[in-house]
């Protein structure tokens, strides 16, 4: 091997800050032990929110529209604080020491909350058979919400950091390597589906047949396990250079275009301003070339006559094209994530509505007397990721590339549009279902029945083709963030990404209050009352299948007006 192929040249360095070695680290070398992390995390996650709207609805005493929305509340600020992970670790930490400290702020809370639902005097008190009739204090209540705001921290810079992570061991200025990171998404799905498997499973049983104590404990334990997987695989991980304040290289984008909102952008654009070394100045960065985009940003980088390019430049005055296309990347990046949000609100589901769906019917395995929770039909969503992403990677991808030319068979834009257009039909579904099942509540006079009698696997459908839906706008999702995002600000659009989540968790709680305020109009029970057998939740689902359709007329407009970015030169 020639010297020159000894060491990655994307710039990532090892444990130590030495150049990196091919042969030592990296590639699927060094991605069992990030895998295994994201695993068991995700097996802590969602441990503890897929049945988290039963928790407080029967352990805190909350009505079923008030649990729905803490929940989506909840889960939106996981989705919300990786902004504040993705921004320690592009600009200061670094990925590694990212994901090291606030996995340990992950352990911390997840103990707390198993604390706060197995110790007396933390937990809510439950009088009755079975501890029925819970009524939780104020302090127990608060401590409750303390633990799980801590992991919505601790997950905060877990999860714009583990993808990207991996995606780091593969060097992009390497034709074999770069080729199988594309394959890394997929199986970096896999493994988080992998832990929800046993979470919506085995975990979710726990939870309701031996005790909330051990239901959480169990997840604590994954997430100890997670930290010490990631710590082992230290000798072996690539890691880039934080480059320094991303927030505030845009700033001064966004300032210098204001001090020169009078200049004129010169026709031709090498008259722009950059700098004379093929390396960036932004380190942990490649140069970009100049877009014709957003051409107004362009005066941040034009050379006036107060700037004094020999000597020291102000960059609050003149800033680098790349600085300047650096701020049009992310910008682009806004249409296409704003069309996530509703996807992300049709996913939200699985935890809430999908759930007291499930609950209003027949839970039992067969004619035994064994009753499955109805959190855990998110085991098929599971199954069918589990399912999907092998058939996508070794069938849909070779089949794809026959047709379209591109090494990944679809190009993310495209494999995105038809994940949003596959989610419609789990709404469809769902509201289905809900409509046969009320017609069967009317039919028989079943309103007063906890449990009608129509079986809980008929909601299997609507859960399978969300599983569907992920693995193509999920995993194209995550690849199309980290490819599109400046080199220096990957953390930062993976969390980008997954604010989606955050607003989509948000945006269902909204229409939850919105529909909830309308429908109880006039005494009228409205369409999710506690007794959903009053209730109308189909009419929900087709709200939310016809703002996916309009939401996909969107995506298809706004991807075909994107631009993709063009990264030149070598990184810093």
């Known amino acids: 091997m020639a010297e020159d192929d000894v060491y990655t040249k994307d710039g990532t360095v090892d444990y130590r800050g030495n150049p990196a070695n091919k042969k030592k680290t990296g590639t699927w070398k060094a991605c069992p032990f990030i895998l295994g992390n994201e695993c068991c995390e995700r097996l802590a996650y969602y441990g503890m929110s897929t049945n988290l709207v039963l928790y407080f609805k029967e352990r805190l005493h909350q009505h079923s529209a008030v649990a729905s929305k803490n929940v989506s509340n909840w889960s939106g600020t996981c989705y919300i604080t990786p902004l504040i992970g993705a921004f320690l670790a592009d600009s200061y930490l670094g990925r590694y020491w990212t994901i090291a400290w606030f996995s340990i702020i992950y352990v911390i809370g997840m103990t707390l909350l198993t604390l706060s639902a197995s110790v007396s005097g933390m937990k809510p008190t439950c009088h009755g058979h079975g501890e029925e009739n819970c009524h939780a204090t104020t302090l127990e209540s608060a401590v409750c919400f303390l633990a799980l705001y801590l992991i919505a921290l601790g997950t905060g810079g877990i999860k714009p950091c ?16 770069k080729e199988r990171k594309s394959s890394f998404f997929n199986w970096f799905y896999f493994s988080i589906n992998i832990g929800a498997l046993i979470a919506s499973s085995l975990l979710v049983w726990i939870q309701d047949n ?12 994954a997430m100890a396990i997670a930290v010490v997987s990631f710590f082992s695989g230290t000798r072996l991980y690539r890691n880039q250079k934080p480059g320094g304040s991303s927030l505030t290289r845009i700033s001064q984008v966004v300032v210098a275009t204001i001090r020169k909102c009078h200049v004129k952008v010169p026709e031709d654009k090498s008259l722009l301003y950059e700098t004379s070394e093929t390396e960036s100045a932004i380190k942990g960065s490649r140069k970009l070339d100049h877009t014709n985009e957003l051409r107004f940003f362009d005066k941040a980088a034009v050379l006036a006559q107060s700037d004094k390019v020999k000597e020291s430049v102000n960059p609050w005055r003149l800033c680098t094209v790349t600085q300047v296309e650096e701020l049009k990347s992310i910008l682009r990046l806004l249409p296409i994530w704003a069309t996530g949000i509703i996807f992300a609100t049709v996913y939200g ?27 855990s039909l998110s085991i098929f969503d599971t199954l069918s990721v589990i399912f999907w992403v092998p058939v996508y990677d070794r069938i849909i991808v070779p089949i794809a590339r026959k047709f379209t030319g591109h090494k990944n068979g679809l190009t993310q834009l495209q494999r995105m549009g038809i994940g949003l257009f596959i989610s419609i039909f789990s709404m469809v579904a769902a509201a289905i279902l809900e409509l046969i099942r009320l017609k069967m509540v009317r039919r028989h006079n079943y309103y007063q029945l906890e449990e009608i009698p129509m079986s809980i696997f008929w909601q299997v459908p609507q859960y399978f083709i969300i599983g569907c839906a992920e693995v193509f706008y999920f995993i194209g999702q995550l690849e199309f963030f980290y490819e599109q995002a400046p080199d220096a600000m990957r953390s930062f659009c993976s969390a980008l990404s997954l604010t989606t989540v955050a607003l989509g968790q948000y945006l269902s709680s909204l229409l939850v209050t919105i529909v909830t305020k309308i429908s109880t109009k006039n005494g009228s029970p409205g369409w999710i009352p506690d007794n959903l057998n009053y209730g109308h939740i189909d009419y929900f689902f087709w709200l939310l299948a016809a703002l996916s359709v309009l939401n996909l007329i969107a995506y298809l407009i706004v991807s075909m007006l994107y631009t993709y970015k063009r990264a030149v030169g070598t990184l810093r």
Do not use: C, N, R
């Open 210 to 221: 031996v005790g909330w104590g051990w239901g959480f404990g169990i997840p604590a334990v």
């Open 162 to 177: 583990v993808s990207s992570y991996g995606a780091d061991q593969f060097d992009d200025a390497d034709a074999v390597e």
């Open 349 to 375: 589901q699985m935890s809430t509505l999908f759930v007291l769906q499930g609950q209003t019917m027949d839970t039992h395995f067969g004619k035994s007397s064994f009753k499955i929770p109805p959190a």
